[in-house]
Structures are given as C-alpha cells and as structure tokens.
C-alpha cells in the first residue's frame, strides 16, 4: 500500500455544493486509487472551498478529504511525506512549495491555456498566459509522471514536456475521467426527458438544437430539463446566459433547475432518457473529454453530442448516443425524432452508454494506468 495525496482544484462531492470538472476529476481519481489498494488523502484549497461555501458553518468534509490553504497543503506534504502527490492542474503548484522527494504526478486536465483565449479579453490575456506558462513548465520540470484524460490532449501534453525540456525522460499515462457506473431507469413510455446542464462557460454558444427541439416540446412529446449556471470562480463578466435559453426557459415544457449536489444531479439523470450537450468548436473544445457528457454517459443516459470532442469518439465507438453539427438543424431534427419515436434505438443507444461506462469510466479500470504508473516510481 501507498498513501496517495491527491490535490483538488475545485470543490468535491459531498461537500454540500455543486462540483465543477477539476473536483470531480480529483475524486475520481481518488475513488480509483483507493480501490487499487492506494491509502488516498483528498486536499482542498480552502479558498475555493471558502468562495463555493457562502454558509456560516464550516464547509462539509467528506471522508478523507481535508480542508486547508494551499500553503498548508504543502507543509502537510513535507512532514506527511506521502509516497506520491497527484496535482490536477497546475494551480496549486506554486503555493505547494518544495515537496521534497515526494513523486509528484502532474494531471495534465484541461488545456488551460487555450481556455483563456475564451475567459479573458485581450488585455488581460498576455499577462494571464505568461504567468500560466511559466508555472506548467515549473511543474513539468519537477514532475515525476504526467498523466492526461484522452489521447487528443497527448500530442499537446507532449509539446509542453518538451518545452520543459523533460521531452524523452517523463512518463505519462492517459487516465480518462473516472467516474461510478450506475444504469438509468427512465419512464418507459410518456415523453422523452432530455437534460441541458453543466457550468456557462464563455464557449457555451448552443447551435441549432435550440430551434429542433421546439416541435418536440410544442406536441409535448419532449420534456426538456434545463440545469446550467455559472461557477463561483468565474472571471467572466456580466450576462453568460445565452439568449436561446432565456427564450427556451419561457416554455411550459421546459424545467428549470437550480444548481444541484452532484448526489442530487446523479438522481436526476437516472430518470431522463437523453443529454443534450451540442455547441460550436473551437480550439478548447476539440481537445475536450467533456464532463458533462461524461457524467451523463456514466449515469447510463445516452448523449446527443458533437463529433470533434475526445467523448464524441468514444460516443461512436459505442454507439452511446447521436453525433451531430452544431449547425445541422436537420440532423438534430432527425436524431430528436429517432429518439422520440424509437425506444429500442434509444434502448440501444442506453446499451452503448452503460458499455462505456464500464470499460472506460469504471473508477478501477480508468486509474489503471495511474496505478501502474505509481508502482513503477515505487
């Protein structure tokens, strides 16, 4: 047995708040490594945890999982002494200070940089970016093993290392999103349920699926569950609700949901039949491995997605939904109808989705590479 350290970059579940990508990444992985034998401590910066909580209590903690600031994290490390500290982004990095010996497994999650170019104006941006560059090349430069979710991102991951200079002489490992596996059970018959969540983002521009799903919803056929916000830590200013959903939100079809605890989202996608989650492209999005179509997809609920994404792939190696162009009304249109009025192809498609999620989701085969990774830095 090892004792594992892993460093969150956003609130978890079970802390009585809604989770973001980079916590139910943290946890994921933690859920994973503990069932590979690993003794597994969750850390969250208590600042994120502090601006997530806005209640007068302390913030829940769930088993294993402590609260304290970034610098406690590291002097945590440094008399713990952990075999191996797993770091999901490089937020935390320079705050951690030295580790000393520690291993330390870079989770190279989500291409931050690329991110900026939607989150920041120009001003702001080349500041951001240079601070942001020089800490990835720090925390590549003292990594032990990297570890990335999808093989689109490795070819980006690797122009990193190299730029570090470590091109050759740090291992990596494609961990995709660990998440539990559970089926869904929707209505049998009635009106399908379809779910839109996730975090507003300023790339959250939907496409034509605004416009198909109307006649669906306007004969009743289709129940439309719309769960979106934005995140406590976002830099963006002013109205991020895109105008579609204001208009979508007026109809007596549609559901609108407050933020839900990741227990409670969970429930509520058992009993839909589809995830909607279609949007433009752009530079972030093609390297994505798209959690919320990921939770869905775990959750046994087949998505109508996108084929640029990494989950798109995975989608159509498993016939786990419909791929579709943002743009192609009609090919929205005709998917919404083979949804609506073929069960066994929606049986199907659920088939698929509950494959993936146990050859590709199931917290002990998604950390199996991690797991090998740490045994050969033992």
Known sequence: MTEILVVANDVVPGMGVPVAAPGLRAWGIAQGLRRHGHRVTVAVDSDS????WPGPLPIPRPHGTLVMSAQAIGDLVRTRRPDAVVLTNSNHFSALGGVGETA???????????ELAEHLPPEQRRTAEEGLTRRKLAALARSSGVIVNGEKKVAYVDEWIARAGRAGDLPTAQVPMALDVTPAHPAEDGPLHAVVSGYLQPWSRPGAWTTAVRPFLDDGSLVLHLLVGTHWGSRRT????????????????????????????????????LSIDVFEANPERELAMVTRSMVALAAGVPVLHVPFTETGALVERYDAGWLVDDGDLDGITAALQEAVKDRQALADRRAGAERMGAEV??????????????????
């Open 104 to 114: 330390l497994i870079y989770d190279f999650f989500a291409p931050k940089l690329l």
């Open 49 to 52: 945890a502090g601006r997530a």
């Open 238 to 273: 002013g109205d991020v609700f895109p105008a579609e959903f204001t208009t979508l939100a007026e109809h007596p079809n549609v559901v609108r949901h407050g933020l839900l605890e990741y227990a409670d989202f969970r429930r509520m996608l058992a009993g839909c039949h």
């Open 361 to 378: 989701m199931d917290p002990v085969v998604a950390t199996r590479p991690l797991h090998e990774l740490l045994e050969r830095l033992r």
